[in-house]
């Protein structure tokens, strides 16, 4: 799995669709997926303003592989 990027060093590349989702970090200590839609101070949906400031993100990690059934 990836390591966390500081928002100071890089930000992720702006969302263009829902599958651009990263997994962020934030100050109060929440994780959550998010969108990053690209300016910085302002580009995080407003869903995070109760958890503090976001501080990292990673990329989502690949989906499981799953047996389907026909």
Known sequence: MSEWISVEDKLPAIAEWSG???????EE???CTGM???????SWPDKYEDSGYITHWMPLPEPPKTNKRD
């Open 29 to 31: 200590g929440n994780i």
């Open 20 to 26: 651009d989702k990263v997994l962020v970090y934030t």
């Open 36 to 42: 990053y839609e690209g300016e910085p101070d302002t």
